[in-house]
């Protein structure tokens, strides 16, 4: 059976940071309350995909990697 630090390394690798910081808690609550692995597993996922939805917009705009603001002014909004 896998450790926790085992499961949190592999859902670093995989970019998973929210399932990782998740797995501790999640898997002692599903030892307490005898969770299918199907049980266990969409809960992890679920985790992480509403980590992703709620941080989805900064970090596609981190990647575009648009030029900084120009302080308000609208370049072409004069043409």
Known sequence: MA???ELTHL???LKMP???RAVGKLAERAREEEWSYERFAQALL???AAARESH???S???AARF???????RPYADR
């Open 67 to 73: 030029p900084a603001s120009s302080g308000g002014r």
């Open 3 to 5: 450790s926790n630090s």
């Open 56 to 58: 989805g917009g900064e």
């Open 11 to 13: 859902f670093r690798l």
């Open 18 to 20: 929210a399932a990782a």
């Open 60 to 62: 596609r705009v981190k």
């Open 46 to 48: 679920s985790t992480e």
